[in-house]
């Protein structure tokens, strides 16, 4: 893969928290790639740091955040280089946008959705209300809302319309990436159905690039081009769609694969015994060496990324 | 505990009917300031189905569809409007307080958010002697026998570790083990469970089913399983009854309702639930636009018919149809099915 | 229990809590210590006596550490007795069955101003003969001025302003000033002054004794009032009356509003209507108005007054609040399991709505205990106290009826206020502390 085809290239971005018991490592050296127009799930359990992955992308720090570093290429250019001013203006809302983790929930019930799909498009692109409303109801279209939907209050919207109303306001600015966490886990399963279809629908039209954070793998696979797997704060497992869902490498995977139920099962899932570690206090060696079936002697020590066929994998059991 | 004579008195009972549910209708009045019309919210329209002895069914609706209503109606916390709930062969609406005490403690009721379901201010052992001291168990010594034995069956152990803990101690996990004990403590005849694993991680969500599973075998319970998740039922449940907008529009055996829907709502509900498989990136689904109508006015004739693929236009939206069988075991309320 | 000490622990991070509860603390050892020490029959009798209790004390003196600060130095009060032997006293036995008692006392006065009063006190022992008592009084400039001789009966009372020979010998100067002055520069002599009294008995056992009374301009810790009572006594007894007042006026009221609320939240329909309305009606009623016709028209004492109080005090807006909390917590999920596994109504009340709102109602109940304080010692102050106790309020409805403030007795208003304002502070210091603690639980919700 040419290196001005990456839109996105993530390398050791790091980014912990510091709490009364030490720091908690969320992100703990993380690496991976994104081409344009494709979409890239990051999959994983609660507490595995993929929502402060999502944060640490867009510099959306809390006040107790502690070490920050990394370097994050976007169409070439580390943006960690650029001061907090330049990112907000440039880079928040203007190259990557984001849908956070229940959006429908967060709209303000008392501003009317036109208005409040509007306002990034007020503030970064710097357009005047006429133009920012026309902007809304092209992105109702993209998003299935109905266009006479912009005069009403969040309440008035069911759970199914006010998430395209979120990325509708994520969408309004054109951004190239947008980053979407957890977007359907509260939702029903035609609703799930429908946003991803919108969601299909904006990458083949507009091209929009997507990662797509999310605990629930069957649904992820409806967006996916390439899957990275994320455990205790680190990518252990990153490799295209096909491959990853036919026959996964790392035993985190192949666990959680095993572990999800089909409608026209084989065989009885499995479930993976144990808990992950807790981010403040974590093993040495393979973090997920203590629930790991195929665990051997070298799994004491941390292994390294290795590549397979365009496709890495964090573990001994491939070297 | 479960002894061998229990197993066999167990399988006897086997195809008793344990629950009887008749042309049910639960309708909320909605209120109004002042005069003037005040319409229902039918949430319950006409249900009727039967549950058996050690048999697991799967409800199986989107949200407001009625299920939460129907749930609680079973549960005795709402009254019918009309219609009859058969426990046991008893009438539930013919029950003094003393007897509804007594359906109480033989019904199990499961939640969905396993952190709200538990008082935040009590610790693991007071929240399971709670229904055990209502039901008149008096005997404090029995009352920690119990305990022990429902945290055991959950998988709580050692349970010296976690009778002193607090819920917000707690994870996810445990939450809910700690609330399917508190189902199972007065041994129930059967369980409602209201999507029991939708608030849990992955990973988990097939421990505590499978640990669902397992109690309800050792146990031979009845269980009344309500989610929006289909492709959990095939592991969890013998009959499946999907609801939409107050009615039950299909029932059928797993198997027949996965291999051959015929509903067009499970049809679209089927086409909706993804299984992991990279394909689906390129495939846009082909499901009904549109969302469930108000429980307030629904559609005339057939409910589904505004959004139905295969709507039968002077046929679907005249008349709701009445329950047809097409195949031996399997309902559907459907006019395709017609003869 | 473990959360009560991790609570615990987290009020003692601030400084307004340890100040607060310091505060409580110390006026609660007061109040035990003044319950045990001056058992209630004792402070009533006290607190009622008269003269026959209190003559030792000056009227309207303010306190004896007020010294400190005046340049123009008060005399203080002191009492000596030959029984207690603070007087000296010597018998000599004479001839024939007679005798002479030596009393004598030598003060030092260094004061700018004149005692109120100053008396002896004789008792005497004899059978047929009185004893007879010659009183001599010497000043530090080396005068030596005779009081009076008399004859003394069983028990005598010797006032000193009041004896007409002393006036006569004074030329009808005030014998108070007299005897503590230059007599020709009328300036008060400063030095060691000696009272001295040669007694004669004459029969064997006869005896005297004699008890000297200097009544000066200031008393003891806390002063006296009009009636020549030790304010110590009411300050001290105070203390009890208005903690135990303001904590069951506060835990009461507390108590009962909470449980009318769930109530009347729980059953819903015309129980909640009911409760209501009566609130919002209470609300509009005159809360004092109502307490004084009680006092003046039924009965004055504390007890009703504290039962009409908390009556009065349950239906008002905090009814509400605690209201729409609960509204809000009957709406929980483990409430609606409690009712699928058959838990009674009463059940659910006390055991699952109740508990949830105690660590929220805390701060109230410690941030209310001063409004009932005040509301006591306003209650005294109109005159409508109870009749019997020594309370703080009492005090200051005695000050302001014998117009203190005109006068200038300022310590008598100021010592009862300072300990209702310290009393106040320290429970809001912890009430603020406690509103700090518990509250962020009200965001959980």
């Known amino acids: 893969m040419a290196q001005n085809n990456k839109l996105l290239r993530i390398e050791e971005l790091v980014l912990y928290f510091k709490t009364t018991h030490g720091p908690v490592q969320a992100v703990d050296g993380v690496n991976f790639e994104l081409d344009s127009n494709r979409a890239v799930v990051i999959l994983g359990e609660s507490g595995c740091g993929k929502s402060s992955l999502a944060k640490a992308i867009l510099r959306l720090l809390p006040r107790n955040a502690g070490q920050y570093s990394g370097r994050v290429y976007l169409d070439g250019k580390d943006i960690m280089l650029l001061n907090d001013e330049e ?90 990436l947008i980053i979407l966490d957890e977007p359907t886990s509260a939702l029903d399963v035609l609703t799930q159905a429908n946003i991803f279809n919108v969601l299909k629908r904006l990458k083949k039209e507009l091209g929009v690039s997507f990662i797509l954070i999310t605990h629930d793998i069957a649904t992820s696979s409806e967006l996916a081009d390439d899957v990275a797997v994320m455990y205790a704060g680190q990518i252990v497992e990153m490799s295209d769609a096909y491959r990853f869902f036919d026959k996964p490498l790392h035993p985190y995977s192949q666990k959680l694969m095993a572990s999800v139920p089909r409608l026209h099962a084989t065989a009885e899932p499995e479930f993976i015994t144990g808990r992950p570690p807790s981010l403040i206090d974590l093993p040495k060696g393979c973090r997920f060496a203590d629930r790991c079936p195929s665990r051997f002697e070298k799994c004491i020590q941390d292994p390294p990324v290795i590549e397979k066929d365009g496709r890495k994998v964090k573990c001994w059991l491939y070297a | ?101 007594w359906y109480h403690s033989h019904v199990g009721y499961v939640q969905q958010d396993p952190y709200g379901a538990l008082p935040p201010f009590m610790n693991v052992q007071k929240i399971l002697g709670e229904p055990l001291i209502v039901g008149g168990v008096k005997n404090k010594e029995e009352r920690m026998q119990r305990i022990r034995k429902s945290m055991e069956e959950v998988k709580l152990s050692p349970v010296d570790d976690f009778l002193l803990k607090y819920p917000h101690m707690l994870s996810g996990g445990q939450q809910q083990r700690v609330v399917i004990a508190r189902a199972m403590i007065m041994e129930p005849r059967f369980l409602v469970a209201d999507e029991p694993v939708s ?30 998740d289909l492709s959990t039922v095939s592991y969890f449940s013998e009959r499946i009854f999907v609801m939409y907008a107050g009615n039950l ?91 | 229990m473990n ?137 530090p400039d080396g005068r030596k001025i005779r009081i009076d001789d008399l004859g003394v009966s069983e028990q005598l009372t010797f006032p000193f302003s009041q004896d007409k020979r002393l006036l006569q010998r004074l030329n009808g100067a005030n014998p108070m000033q007299a005897l503590f002055e230059d007599p020709k520069t009328n300036a008060i002599v400063k030095g060691k002054y000696q009272l001295q009294i040669i007694g004669t008995t004459f029969e064997p056992g006869s005896d005297i004794d004699a008890q000297f009374v200097f009544q000066g301009q200031v008393f003891g810790l806390a002063g006296t009032d009009y009636a020549r009572r ?95 909390i609960f509204l809000q917590v009957k709406e929980s999920m483990y409430i609606e399991a409690a009712r699928a596994y058959g838990a009674s109504d009463f059940r659910i009340i006390f055991q699952y709505l109740i508990p949830r709102m105690i660590p929220l109602l805390i701060p109230g109940l410690v941030s209310s205990v001063p409004s009932f304080v005040f509301l006591e010692a306003s209650l005294a102050v109109l005159g409508l106290g109870d009749p019997v106790l020594p309370t703080w309020g009492k005090i200051i409805n005695d000050a302001d009826a014998n117009g203190a403030l005109y006068k200038g007795y300022y310590y008598w208003i100021l010592e009862p206020a300072a300990l209702l304002m310290i009393t106040g502070f320290g429970f809001a210091m912890l009430g603020f502390a406690l509103d700090r603690v518990f509250n962020p639980r009200l965001r959980d919700m």
């Open chain 2, 199 to 228: 608030m849990l991680d992955a990973s988990v969500r097939v421990e505590i089913l499978k640990l669902l599973r397992g109690l309800q075998e050792s146990h031979n319970l009845s269980v009344i399983y309500i989610t929006h």
């Open chain 1, 87 to 176: 990112f907000r203006q440039n880079i928040r809302w203007a190259a990557i946008s984001m849908v956070p983790q229940a959006a429908m929930n967060a709209l303000n019930p008392v501003i009317r959705v036109g208005e409040q799909v509007s306002e990034p498009a007020l503030v970064h692109l710097g357009v005047d209300k006429a133009e920012a409303i026309s902007l809304v109801k092209k992105m109702f279209q993209h998003v299935g809302v109905p266009e006479d939907f912009i005069g009403r209050y969040p309440f008035e919207l069911s759970g199914g319309m006010r998430q395209r109303v979120a990325i509708a306001m994520a969408l309004v600015t054109s951004p190239n």
């Open chain 3, 3 to 139: 959360n009560l000490k991790h609570s615990f622990r987290e009020i003692l991070r601030y400084p307004s809590a340890v100040l607060g509860l310091s505060i409580i603390f110390l006026l609660v050892v007061i109040a035990i210590y003044t319950v045990i020490k001056i058992p209630y029959n004792t402070a009533i009798n006290l607190w009622r006596g008269g003269e026959e209790v209190w003559y030792q004390n000056p009227k309207f003196a303010p306190p004896a550490w007020i010294n400190f600060f005046l340049s123009k130095k008060l005399p203080v009060s002191f009492v000596v007795d030959t029984a207690n032997h603070t007087m000296t006293k010597t018998v000599t036995p004479g001839a024939q069955g007679t005798g002479t008692v030596d009393i004598s006392y030598a003060f030092d006065f260094t004061f700018d101003d004149y005692p109120q009063e100053m008396f002896l006190y004789f008792t005497t022992k004899f059978i047929q003969k009185q004893p007879f008592v010659s009183i001599m009084w010497l000043t």
């Open chain 3, 230 to 324: 030790d304010l110590v006594l009411p300050l001290l007894w105070g203390t009890p009356v208005a903690l135990a007042f303001g904590l069951i006026a506060s835990l009461g009221t507390l108590v009962l509003t909470m449980i009318i609320a769930a109530v009347g939240t729980w059953y819903g329909g015309w129980v909640d209507e009911l409760i209501q309305r009566i609130t919002e009606i209470n609300l509009v009623l005159p809360f004092l108005s109502i307490l004084v016709m009680v006092g003046t028209f039924y009965s004055r004492s504390i007890w009703v007054i504290l039962g009409v109080t908390v009556l009065l005090s349950i239906f008002t807006g905090s009814i509400k609040s605690y209201r729409a």
């Open chain 2, 249 to 339: 529009v299909e029932k059928a055996n797993v198997r027949q309702v996965i291999d051959n829907p015929l509903h067009p709502y499970t049809m679209a509900l089927l086409t909706g639930t993804s299984e992991p498989d990279a394909r689906n990136a390129e495939t846009f689904k082909q499901i009904p636009p549109g969302e469930p109508p108000s429980l307030v006015n629904p559609p005339t004739g057939c409910r589904f018919h505004p959004r139905c693929p295969k709507f039968m236009p002077g046929i679907c939206d005249v008349k709701e149809p009445p329950d047809f069988e097409p195949e031996p075991g399997h309902m559907v309320k459907c006019w395709l099915y017609d003869k």
């Open chain 2, 1 to 101: 505990m479960v002894t061998e004579a229990k197993i066999m008195e167990n399988k006897r009972d086997a195809r008793k009917v344990l629950l009887d549910i008749n042309d049910l209708h639960v309708w909320f009045e909605l209120r109004r300031f002042g005069f003037g019309r005040a319409g229902y919210v039918k949430a319950v329209d006409g249900v009727t189905f039967v549950v058996h002895s050690g048999e697991t069914i799967a409800v199986v609706g989107e949200s407001g569809c009625g299920k939460s209503s129907l749930m609680k109606t079973i549960l005795g916390l709402y009254k019918p409007t009309s219609g009859k709930v058969v426990f046991d062969d008893k009438d539930l609406s013919e029950l003094d307080s003393k007897g509804m005490h």
